[in-house]
């Protein structure tokens, strides 16, 4: 039995069923980070003046991830143009090309979450707050038993909001050192993950999301690289078609990008 409308346009809506599923399936994903948004700005409207994080993302990291999906974005669009005038070897290249793009933002993305999740901001019991990347520990170290210490490359300060713009002139200029501290000393101590605070909260649950979806676009690029190419030699047509619906997802993710870069790590 012949499914119909795989390769011709329907006569209702004009496009073909994969690029209808594509397009309403786009449009419920267009809510999703759009609620996501609106509570990334009611959040940061609601928050404590002067509680909220500036600065403290890598932007040369978020340039080049940025760069790296808009060039993703062409050559997918390459591809699939490649698939149009039947030259097979040239649509391999460019997905080829998609795919190592692709994977170059997901390890700068997984860099980044590491780095949040070996720093450190150590609440003390004398009212300041010690912050910086964990160095060491001491084997002895028990934050329940306060015994041992921690070292972080950081600096100590006497109020959290110190902590909280990055981009000021005093932040800027401060001199990082290795910091010890007792446990003994310690009141609260906890990484920058998705618990430390709001900002890292949305940050994490915005980024994750997004990381996700690109993972599941690129297992699918590959699909279509590898095994489901299997397609061309059978029905070009159809394959073709369906080269263009993954990469209208794919130009989606990249769009999502456009706007998360600037939200997060440029204000």
């Known amino acids: 039995m012949e499914i119909p409308y795989t390769i011709e346009n329907r006569p ?27 509570a990334y700005v009611l959040l940061r409207v609601g928050a404590e ?25 062409i050559t997918t669009l390459l591809a699939w143009a490649a698939c149009k005038v039947r030259e097979f070897g040239k649509f391999k290249f460019f997905h080829a090309c998609t795919i190592l793009l692709a994977l170059t933002f997901l390890g700068i993305k997984s860099y980044e979450y ?11 019991t004398n009212g300041k707050f010690a912050d910086g990347h964990l160095v060491a ?13 921690v070292t972080l490359h950081g600096r100590i300060v006497e109020d959290e909001k110190e902590l909280m713009d990055l981009r000021a002139p005093a932040t800027r200029s401060a001199q ?75 130009h989606f993710v990249d769009l999502v990008w456009i706007f998360l870069f600037p939200v997060l790590y440029l204000t």
Request: proline share 3%.
């Open 12 to 38: 209702d809506t004009g496009i073909y069923n994969a690029k209808l599923g594509i397009w309403l399936f786009l449009a419920s994903e267009v809510m999703l980070f759009g609620g996501l948004f609106s």
């Open 49 to 73: 003046p002067g509680m909220w994080p500036h600065g403290w993302l890598n932007v040369t990291l978020g340039t080049v991830n940025t760069l790296l999906l808009a060039l993703s974005a």
């Open 114 to 124: 590491h780095d949040k999740l070996i720093h450190y901001e150590i609440t003390l």
């Open 137 to 149: 520990e001491s084997k002895d170290f028990d934050l329940a038993k306060k015994t041992g210490t």
């Open 176 to 250: 990082l050192k290795e910091v010890t501290v007792a446990a003994a000393d310690i009141k609260k101590m906890g990484n920058y993950g998705p618990r430390h605070n709001t900002f890292t909260a949305i940050y994490f649950t915005l980024t994750g999301l997004h990381a996700l979806h690109i993972l599941g676009g690129t297992i699918v690029i590959f699909y279509f690289w590898g095994p489901g190419s299997r397609m061309w030699k059978t029905d070009p047509e159809r394959f073709t078609n369906r080269i263009e619906v993954s990469g209208l997802f794919w």
